[in-house]
């Protein structure tokens, strides 16, 4: 972190210089006049370009110093789901599926996803493109927000901008790919919200005889109301940003007039339009329903007053911090836990109640914060409450209200020791006419040295705590263990430590943990329910697995990797029918699952049923181009139905995508073969075999000296088919030796085994 403090040092005249915004600008409409008087004292070349680049540059730079360690943090969490699975951001085709069918996707988040889409196209599954766009991405939405409050003519619009640019709180977001979705839909709400003060009308000195919009302003308002829409179409935590906008209107002008309600109101239909869509997915698709989400009005307030109180404290104490908090009980509501909630509500009112003596700004401040953080208070239902309440990216917004008003109560103390250190050089003036020798000033400009050191022991403070936060994200497993060393009982911090186990091998291990979570989550939560199911079906306990993934699907049906391995066990079983029903129910339930279609298709295919294999075949191709298995099962179909010129691109894409499918070679070659094609079934063959001689020599044996493998006769037999064929009789002679030598070698090796069981 030296080169963050250099940084800082090195910066320290450009934060005087932006500090005097501390002193200068009035916060609120009352604002005394020394204030004002103190604007005209503002050195000039503060309010140039080159002192807005300046001030940009350096938020930008303490941004990218403070989460940089991130950049190697690799996939967190549900990126997978997200993202590395998601066929469908990984095809231009799938676009129509993220826009035009909700369903087809965890969140009916399109702009997130159109981006992932772009993305992959672009550094595929490579976390480190993600992970450095974010960290631009979260430098790019600060300087927005600056130019935003400066705007508004708040005097601590850099300090409070910089602050929420790099405040540990935002490392989850900026840390974890998913969270984009917050990153994007503030880099299309702040311009927004920019476009929209140049005509709302701030101070109130629009003319009555004035148009509603000029030309200019109806083509910025259009501008507006688009980016808002994307920002919806990002995240719908925007969907509240317009009343915030007439409380923000309310503070610089005392008044709302209806032209201001106006303008708003589309943008007011478009959140509340995009607020439903959110409450529907995550009950119909994620799983937000049930006895885990029904609570008590007693409880319904007791969970927003002590969320209401936990996002603040964390801005000033963060620590510690982790992924998931532990879940608070209120299961039994006690007496003194309604000074939460009670304690929550009275402040705006004591503060509104003050707002003659202190200003309405402190009031707004808090109801922005209160506003922005409405949506996840627990008073509609989403997924995340079955392990906690809170989460440091839920204030990704909301903490901007609370960090302005901390700012500025400091801008208030600084502008009175300016005013202090003015009246100090004036009493030390000599009288008029009198020939004394000027006394040294007093304070020497202290209140720009206070504001300076202030401002930055605050960034140096809080860029090393994000720069040590961003560490526990690399690699992404620390987050997991981090998270279990401060919260022991968090199920979900187990259940990831036991996935990490159980890619490694690891079963055992991941058994211990799983089963632990099981208990801890009360044996109800559908991921690790699955993640058990996975683990007995890896351990060919396929009736044991069946109940957990049957219990995983009765909360959120809409699974389609489990509806897959639900299948898969009752074939293993021999439960053909029942494993027909559940995947005939999960085509019907996700039609644009290429995943359950190939599967259908295989099921079909297998059961002697190619005319009928076909459709699902093409569907799954149709949503995922390049699926092996899809092409290459359409292809076989296609061939069994005597369509083999229809069969044979199928077959030439499915090699295309996986150029080492050993069985992709030899069916396409049996098929040219068939087809009066013997040069290029021959050809074919070949490529078996050197893919068998690269495998023999990647398990060090060449196979001389242990039996061969089927397979190394069938090519050797279709091969001497295809040279007797291509009127080779030499080269098919000699084919048919090498499969002699092999079935003797088959032979011998039979009689080996067969004397050494004996």
């Known amino acids: 972190m030296r080169c963050l403090g250099a940084l800082l040092w090195r910066a320290r005249y450009v934060q005087i210089g932006l500090m005097s915004e501390l002193s200068s600008l009035p916060t609120d409409p009352e604002s005394s006049s020394d204030s004002a008087a103190g604007a005209t004292?503002?050195?000039?070349?503060?309010?140039?370009?080159?002192?807005?680049?300046?001030?940009?540059?350096?938020?930008?730079?303490?941004?990218?110093?403070?989460?940089?360690?991130?950049?190697?943090?690799?996939y967190i969490w549900d990126d997978g789901g997200w993202l590395v699975h998601n066929h469908f951001v990984h095809h231009w085709r799938g676009l129509w599926n993220i826009w035009f069918n909700p369903h087809d996707s965890i969140?009916?988040?399109?702009?997130?996803?159109?981006?992932?889409?772009?993305?992959?196209?672009?550094?595929?599954?490579?976390?480190?493109?993600?992970?450095?766009?974010?960290?631009?991405?979260?430098?790019?939405?600060?300087?927005?927000?600056?130019?935003?409050?400066?705007?508004?003519?708040?005097?601590?619009?850099?300090?409070?901008?910089?602050?929420?640019?790099?405040?540990?709180?935002?490392?989850?977001?900026?840390?974890?790919?998913?969270?984009?979705?917050?990153l994007l839909s503030a880099m299309f709400l702040f311009p927004a919200v920019l476009i929209w003060t140049g005509f709302a009308d701030l101070e109130g000195k629009r003319g009555a005889g004035e148009p509603f919009l000029t030309v200019q302003q109806w083509r910025k308002y259009a501008l507006a109301t688009l980016l808002f829409v994307l920002a919806l179409c990002s995240k719908s935590d925007a969907c509240i940003v317009p009343v915030v906008l007439l409380f923000v209107l309310g503070w610089k002008r005392e008044y709302i007039k209806t032209r201001d309600v106006l303008l708003l109101l589309p943008w007011m239909v478009f959140g509340f339009l995009s607020a439903l869509m959110t409450i529907y997915i995550e009950h119909s698709q994620v799983g937000a329903k049930g006895h885990a989400f029904q609570f008590t009005i007693a409880q319904h307030l007791i969970i927003a007053g002590k969320d209401l109180w936990f996002y603040p404290f964390k801005l000033f104490w963060p620590w510690p911090m982790m992924a998931v908090y532990p879940r608070w009980h209120v299961s039994h509501v006690a007496a003194w836990e309604w000074v939460f909630p009670i304690t929550a509500f009275a402040i705006p009112l004591v503060l509104l109640a003050l707002s003659r003596k202190i200003g309405r700004g402190p009031f707004v401040a808090v109801c922005v914060y209160g506003l922005m953080i409405s949506p996840l208070l627990g008073f509609i239902a989403f997924y995340t409450e079955v392990y906690t309440f809170v989460a440091d990216h839920y204030q990704y917004?909301?903490?901007?209200?609370?960090?302005?008003?901390?700012?500025?109560?400091?801008?208030?103390?600084?502008?009175?020791?300016?005013?202090?250190?003015?009246?100090?050089?004036?009493?030390?003036?000599?009288?008029?006419?009198?020939?004394?020798?000027?006394?040294?000033?007093?304070?020497?400009?202290?209140?720009?040295?206070?504001?300076?050191?202030?401002?930055?022991?605050?960034?140096?403070?809080?860029?090393?705590?994000?720069?040590?936060?961003?560490?526990?994200?690399?690699?992404?497993?620390?987050?997991?263990?981090?998270?279990?060393?401060?919260?022991?009982?968090?199920?979900?911090?187990?259940?990831?430590?036991?996935?990490?186990?159980?890619?490694?091998?690891?079963?055992?291990?991941?058994?211990?943990?799983?089963?632990?979570?099981?208990e801890l989550s009360h044996g109800t939560n559908l991921i690790v329910n699955a993640n058990l199911g996975d683990l007995y079906r890896h351990l060919g306990q396929y009736a044991k697995a069946i109940p957990y993934y049957r219990r995983s699907l009765a909360v959120a049906g809409r699974q389609p990797p489990i509806i897959a391995h639900l299948v898969d066990c009752y074939e293993k079983v021999g439960d053909w029918r029942q494993a027909y029903i559940d995947l005939l129910h999960g085509v019907k339930l996700l039609p644009h699952s290429a995943d359950l279609q190939t599967q259908l298709a295989a099921m079909l295919a297998k059961a002697g049923h190619p005319r009928q294999a076909v459709p699902h075949f093409m569907m799954a191709v149709k949503y995922e181009p390049a699926d092996t298995r899809a092409l290459f099962g359409l292809a076989e179909s296609l061939a069994a139905l005597g369509e083999w010129q229809?069969?044979?691109?199928?077959?030439?894409?499915?090699?295309?995508?996986?150029?080492?499918?050993?069985?992709?070679?030899?069916?396409?070659?049996?098929?040219?073969?068939?087809?009066?094609?013997?040069?290029?079934?021959?050809?074919?063959?070949?490529?078996?075999?050197?893919?068998?001689?690269?495998?023999?020599?990647?398990?060090?044996?060449?196979?001389?000296?242990?039996?061969?493998?089927?397979?190394?006769?069938?090519?050797?037999?279709?091969?001497?088919?295809?040279?007797?064929?291509?009127?080779?009789?030499?080269?098919?002679?000699k084919q048919k030796a090498i499969v002699k030598r092999l079935v003797q070698r088959q032979q011998h090796w039979a009689e080996i085994k067969k004397h050494v069981n004996n």
């Open 646 to 733: 229809k069969a044979i691109p199928y077959f030439q894409r499915a090699l295309k995508a996986s150029p080492d499918f050993g069985q992709g070679h030899f069916a396409y070659g049996v098929v040219l073969l068939q087809h009066g094609q013997p040069a290029l079934a021959a050809e074919q063959f070949h490529t078996v075999l050197a893919l068998g001689r690269e495998l023999r020599v990647e398990h060090n044996t060449l196979g001389k000296h242990f039996a061969p493998d089927p397979w190394r006769i069938q090519t050797h037999q279709a091969l001497a088919a295809a040279y007797a064929a291509g009127h080779h009789p030499r080269r098919a002679a």
């Open 41 to 74: 004292e503002l050195p000039q070349a503060l309010s140039t370009p080159g002192k807005r680049t300046i001030g940009a540059v350096v938020i930008v730079l303490l941004a990218l110093v403070a989460y940089w360690p991130l950049h190697t943090a690799g």
């Open 397 to 518: 917004l909301a903490c901007i209200g609370i960090i302005v008003l901390a700012t500025e109560v400091v801008a208030e103390v600084v502008s009175r020791v300016r005013r202090s250190d003015r009246n100090a050089e004036k009493m030390a003036l000599p009288a008029e006419g009198s020939k004394a020798p000027i006394e040294a000033k007093t304070n020497g400009g202290f209140g720009h040295r206070l504001g300076a050191a202030v401002s930055v022991l605050v960034l140096l403070a809080l860029g090393t705590m994000t720069w040590a936060q961003s560490q526990i994200y690399t690699p992404p497993l620390r987050v997991w263990t981090h998270n279990i060393k401060c919260n022991p009982d968090c199920w979900l911090a187990m259940e990831r430590v036991g996935v990490h186990e159980y890619g490694k091998g690891h079963v055992s291990a991941a058994l211990v943990l799983f089963e632990r979570a099981q």
């Open 107 to 182: 969140q009916y988040y399109p702009m997130v996803f159109t981006a992932f889409n772009l993305q992959w196209h672009i550094w595929g599954g490579n976390a480190l493109g993600y992970h450095v766009l974010n960290i631009i991405m979260q430098a790019v939405n600060a300087v927005f927000l600056w130019r935003i409050l400066k705007a508004l003519k708040l005097r601590s619009a850099w300090i409070a901008a910089a602050i929420w640019a790099i405040h540990p709180v935002q490392v989850e977001t900026v840390g974890w790919v998913v969270e984009q979705k917050n």
